[in-house]
């Protein structure tokens, strides 16, 4: 059969993506017609076994149906259609107060609203284009086909910035600014730009919430007054100025402090789970006809957060993370036989780990939590380091937090939040080598290093800063639009507004079959290890 007959065996449907999406593809969108490891053994000359599904989102799509292309299209264009405010409430808007010719000079334009004399805002009808490559085959690297044929299907989501029009009287707003999960390098950056943006539209009175949504609910935990002067030089330092926790998903609770502090736009910075509290509440206000919008800007060093080119945090922590790795290196390359293994952060993804690899240059060996592997046996990750101390006379791996979690004890302890507590693989693996090394007779030096902390508690690097400048900055300019439910970011290179919805259905993955991986395999030049 051919590759297309194989491929239209198969009708779309959601239920064929789970262990695909999970494994092989990145997206729920990218969980398509295509071909995928699924986990599986590769040999060790890389022919891979190749597998075929068929899944499009939620629609159950017949491709021997001519209108296919059409359902398609429309099923995505309402998934990502924006939520707004008016979808509740019959509001007529007014025009903006955010203007940047405002007072620029004294006898200049003083009219701040006048949109005939400036032309810097986004129209409600403008859009970026969420994927661009043409694949000619589902077999191309990284393929993320729809249908058998790889047609080409436009992907546009909503583009970020500010409107001509706003829903709500600045002078009359209350704004909180809320950050949750872990720390992430450029947290006070956002913050920072949320306060300096609603204050340019004429916003006064504007709150930080302590300590994640705790600081909703928790007594003694008193909301913050911020204003330009207060938060000036907080991104010179890392952190966040309000503090984080986890846990405390008590949305009905939040919902009920955000009335009573009478808040009429929340920014949630966070991750996964502090994006599925931001919908959580968005719905709850909704459902007590609250005008209130709610929005979100993605931080996370793990980079997981589906659709977006990155997330802030993420350039810095792989930047942090070459220190450790530059420190194995050289304690590696200087002992006699030496072994240097890092750990690097990332609960369920490789990103982190396969960039700080790829930078680098150092690594010999990167494991993922994306591709399986087995440490003992002729094929295995232990043989390749015998070979590499034979021929190079030292090495140094990288290790994914998340990496190897199946050559371990499972634990069923979770954190506040609810996600699981991994089993410490790099503390696994330096044992494993010791032990190794020792078994066969072999002198082997091994340096551990897990930086962990180190990589998140610091300052946003330049690109890091200028990110979540652009982000602050797009949340502020969404609340006023009277979006509400959605979150900014940053996709194939341009600043978008997506509905929250569409990000948390699964966190993203680094496709084992996309060129970066690939890239990372050249570089290290390490062997599949099954
Ligand atoms: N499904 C959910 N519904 C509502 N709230 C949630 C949900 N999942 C997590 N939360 C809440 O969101 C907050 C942050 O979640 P979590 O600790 O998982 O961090 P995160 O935002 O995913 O960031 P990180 O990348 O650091 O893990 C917590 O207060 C948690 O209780
Ligand atoms: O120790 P904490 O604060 O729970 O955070 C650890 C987790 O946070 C992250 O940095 C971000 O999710 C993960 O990589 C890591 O597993
Ligand atoms: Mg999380």
């Known amino acids: 059969m051919s590759l297309s007959g194989m491929a239209i065996a198969f009708?779309?449907?959601?239920?064929?993506?789970?262990?695909?999406?999970?494994?092989?593809?990145?997206?729920?969108d990218h969980c398509q017609y295509g071909f995928t490891h699924l986990n599986e053994p590769r040999s060790r000359k890389g022919s891979a076994a190749l597998q075929v599904r068929a899944t499009s989102g939620k629609l159950d799509l017949d491709f021997s149906d001519p209108s296919w292309r059409q359902k398609y299209q429309e099923d995505w264009d309402s998934r990502f259609n924006l939520p707004h405010i008016t979808d509740i409430f019959d509001l007529k808007p007014r025009l903006t107060t955010f203007s940047l010719k405002k007072n620029r000079t004294p006898l200049g334009d003083t009219d701040?609203?006048?949109?005939?004399?400036?032309?810097?805002?986004?129209?409600?009808?403008?859009?970026?284009?969420?994927?661009?490559?043409?694949?000619?085959?589902?077999?191309?690297?990284?393929?993320?086909?729809?249908?058998?044929?790889?047609?080409?299907?436009?992907?546009w989501v909503h583009r970020a910035g500010p409107r001509k029009e706003i829903y709500y009287e600045p002078e009359e707003v209350k704004a909180a600014i809320v950050t949750c999960g872990g720390l992430c390098p450029g947290l006070n950056d956002v913050i920072r730009q949320i306060v300096f943006t609603l204050e340019i539209y004429g916003v006064k009175n504007i709150v930080?919430?302590?300590?994640?949504?705790?600081?909703?609910?928790?007594?003694?935990?008193?909301?913050?007054?911020?204003?330009?002067?207060l938060v000036e030089n907080i991104n010179l330092s890392g952190g966040s100025f309000l503090g984080v926790s986890r846990g405390g998903a008590k949305t009905s609770e939040i919902v009920d402090s955000i009335q009573a502090r009478r808040i009429d736009m929340l920014f949630v910075i966070g991750g996964n789970g502090s994006h599925a509290g931001a919908n959580a509440i968005h719905e709850e206000c909704r459902k007590r006809k609250l005008k209130v919008s709610v929005v979100?800007?993605?931080?996370?060093?793990?980079?997981?957060i589906l659709f977006m080119d990155k997330t802030f945090g993420f350039d810095t922590a792989v930047e942090e993370a070459q220190r450790a790795i530059n420190s194995a290196y050289i304690e590696a390359r200087s002992a006699y036989h030496g072994i240097g293994l890092v750990k690097l952060m990332g609960r369920s993804t490789g990103?982190?780990?396969?960039?700080?690899?790829?930078?680098?240059?150092?690594i010999d060996v990167c494991l993922i939590p994306e591709v399986s592997f087995t440490l003992d046996g002729e094929r295995g990750v232990l043989a390749h380091l015998e070979h590499l101390l034979k021929t190079k006379g030292f090495c140094v791996v990288c290790v994914a937090e998340g990496a190897g979690q199946d050559l371990l004890q499972k634990s069923n302890a979770t954190d506040a939040s609810g996600n699981v507590i991994l089993s410490d693989f790099g503390v696994h693996m330096q044992q494993k080598i010791k032990k190794h090394f020792k078994d066969i007779g072999v002198p082997a030096d091994i340096k551990y290093i897990d930086p962990t902390y180190m990589v998140r508690a610091c300052r946003a690097n330049a690109s890091d800063a200028i990110l979540c400048t652009v982000l602050g900055q797009n949340a502020v300019h969404g609340a006023f639009a009277g979006f509400s439910g959605i979150t900014s970011g940053i996709c194939n290179t341009h600043y978008a507004y997506l509905p929250i919805t569409e990000v948390i259905t699964a966190p993203k993955h680094v496709n084992p079959n996309s060129r970066m991986w690939h890239r990372c395999l050249t570089s290290t030049g390490q062997p599949d290890f099954h």
């Open 208 to 229: 930080g919430i302590q300590f994640g949504y705790r600081g909703f609910f928790e007594k003694g935990l008193k909301e913050m007054p911020l204003s330009r002067d």
């Open 296 to 304: 979100a800007v993605p931080k996370t060093i793990d980079n997981d």
């Open 351 to 362: 990103f982190i780990a396969m960039h700080a690899s790829l930078s680098s240059g150092q």
């Open 112 to 155: 701040a609203s006048s949109p005939d004399k400036w032309n810097g805002y986004v129209n409600k009808d403008d859009r970026a284009l969420l994927k661009v490559i043409k694949y000619a085959s589902p077999t191309s690297a990284g393929a993320e086909c729809i249908d058998p044929d790889c047609s080409w299907m436009e992907h």
């Open 11 to 28: 009708k779309a449907s959601t239920s064929a993506c789970t262990a695909q999406q999970l494994r092989g593809h990145s997206t729920r």
